[in-house]
């Protein structure tokens, strides 16, 4: 009879922020899997949990999927854990979970802490419809085409961003999206937790203004707009200040600016060349 694996969410800061359940699973399972067993490690002992741990990360994720894979089969029941959070979310685990479901072996989700949804609550933006798009591209100009490619997105947009590219990630954003409302939230749980809201341009002075930068960033950014009910469209908003004698190109970035989206989101909805 084949086991089952728990993917069990765990603290992203604050050692309390983990279910009842998911200390009684992670002691009774026969493994956890985890990305750093040092890092899991200091969370078991905090609860006097000895379950035996095996390092699964993105270097070993495919031989050590087999692996877990057999053992699942066999009859053993394991715990997949990331460092902090829920796993899979821009973390290991989708591989096996995906063969698992596959061979039809029981996957069940022990949820809990989520960096994802704790940002989003305290962020002060739209709840109603969320984008999360994992980690911004670390080179610019694939994380601008990316910022651009989403200007129009009903929906807040949700990153992960690292300390040593959040200043250059949000001159980025300021650039694509102007005056676009975000918020940015760093070490969620923590002591230190802090959340900025503005423009892009208003949160990255902020952080210029800090001695250093420090802490896994979540950056949050608002959903476009929709023109008021009766309100000019693009094309007429367009058309109408050209008429007032400002050159097409200026007229574009004008309507882009004012409607939160980049200018080639706008060549593409007028059909402008």
């Known amino acids: 009879m084949s086991g089952r694996l728990y993917v069990v969410s765990t603290p992203i800061g604050n050692l309390e922020d983990i279910t009842y359940r998911a200390v009684r699973i992670l002691k009774e399972c026969d493994w956890i899997a985890c990305e750093d067993t040092r890092t899991t490690g200091h969370l078991l002992h905090h609860y006097g949990i000895q379950t035996r741990t095996i390092s699964y990360h993105e270097h070993n994720e495919a031989e050590r999927a087999a692996e877990l894979f057999d053992r699942l089969k066999a009859g053993e029941t394991g715990a ?49 419809q969320f984008h999360f798009g994992g980690f911004l591209p670390a080179k610019q100009t694939q994380r601008r085409k990316l910022l651009e490619s989403l200007a129009s997105e009903p929906a807040t947009l949700i990153f992960y961003e690292a300390p040593h590219r959040i200043l250059e990630s949000l001159a980025d954003i300021a650039e694509t999206l102007r005056h676009r409302e975000i918020a940015v939230a760093r070490e969620l749980t923590k002591i230190h937790e802090e959340v900025l809201r503005g423009t892009a341009a208003e949160v990255l002075a902020k952080l210029e203004a800090k001695d250093a930068v420090r802490g896994e960033f979540v950056v949050l950014i608002s959903k476009a707009t929709e023109p008021e009910p009766g309100g000019a469209s693009i094309e ?18 004008t309507v882009a600016r004012e409607r939160g989206l980049s200018k080639r989101e706008v060549y593409r909805l007028v059909n402008l060349k």
């Open 236 to 253: 007429d908003a367009i058309t109408g200040l050209m008429a007032a004698g400002i050159p097409r190109m200026d007229a574009i970035k």
């Open 80 to 128: 997949l854990v990331s460092d902090a959070g829920t796993p899979l979310l821009s973390d290991p685990g989708y591989r096996i979970v995906r063969g698992l479901a596959q061979a039809g072996i029981r996957v069940e989700a022990i949820p809990g802490a989520s960096a994802v949804l704790a940002a989003l609550v305290v962020s002060g933006l739209p709840v109603d």
